[in-house]
């Protein structure tokens, strides 16, 4: 309660007691200082501490544009449905149906490097980059050992399950190394990929400096992609647009 309030308070109460219920100016200044008096004895008041800032999802500080373009030259980008190696239905930067996303929609119907960037980064920050996170809950990654881990969460959905995580946590990096080149190889088709994530989690060592990506045709009747025709594009640009939005 301020001094003003306890003033108007007494102020009230003595227009009540007074002839008329009218005061004079001479009552004034008694009224203040006993105002005053009684004030001095209520406890100070602490202000309050102002309410903590909104914490920012795991996206906003760890997705990088560096990371962003690493791990799609790791896996490439197909604009139109194909099937991919086992007979799914994928599109994108391998995104199949699984993901939420119906890819479905992309059979005949190419769509622009943009769209392919804006649905990656937003499953990404939805399905990916969460589980990362928590896989790694009380260690601190570097920028190349956190692209390095999503880059493997991407291609096998198994970061929270995986040994090389749980040996790395446990301070033994060779054995986790060894487990990560040699697990999850499809037959020995991901053998470079697994080689190129532990060279960039283990070593630091990106793929690619250049902001670039290998966009691949799709041939038909098959459905599958044209191996003999691919394109190096620069993706940078649409990139920083997909991850602002």
């Not at 009230?12 to 008694?30: G, I, Y």
């Not at 930067?93 to 960037?117: A, C, M």
Request: hydrophobic share 40%.
């Amino acid at each position: 309660m301020t001094k003003q309030d306890i003033a108007d308070a007494l102020a009230d109460k003595a227009r009540e007691l007074a002839f008329e219920n009218q005061l004079a100016a001479a009552d004034v200044p008694h009224i203040n200082a006993l105002a005053s008096t009684l004030a001095g004895r209520f406890p100070a008041t602490a202000t309050p501490p102002a309410p903590p800032a909104p914490a920012q999802p795991p996206s906003a500080d760890l997705l990088t544009l560096r990371s962003a373009c690493e791990l799609v030259d790791h896996e490439a980008i197909v604009l139109e449905w194909y099937l991919d190696s086992v007979k799914v239905g994928t599109w994108g930067i391998g995104v199949t149906n699984k993901s939420g996303h119906n890819v479905d929609r992309y059979k005949d119907s190419p769509q622009t490097i943009e769209h392919v960037l804006d649905i990656y980064v937003w499953l990404l920050r939805n399905n990916y980059i969460p589980a990362g996170v928590k896989a790694f809950a009380g260690h601190t990654l570097t920028e190349a050992q956190f692209t390095a881990a999503l880059s493997f969460h991407y291609n096998t959905g198994a970061i929270l399950d995986t040994t090389w995580v749980a040996l790395w946590r446990d301070g033994k990096p060779k054995a986790a190394r060894a487990f990560l080149t040699s697990h999850y190889l499809n037959g020995g088709d991901l053998q470079d990929r697994r080689d190129a994530e532990a060279a960039l989690f283990f070593d630091g060592v990106w793929s690619t400096e250049n902001g670039t990506a290998v966009v691949w045709p799709v041939k038909k009747p098959s459905y599958t992609p044209d191996w003999a025709h691919p394109q190096r594009v620069d993706i940078r640009n649409d990139m920083t647009k997909a991850l602002a939005a």
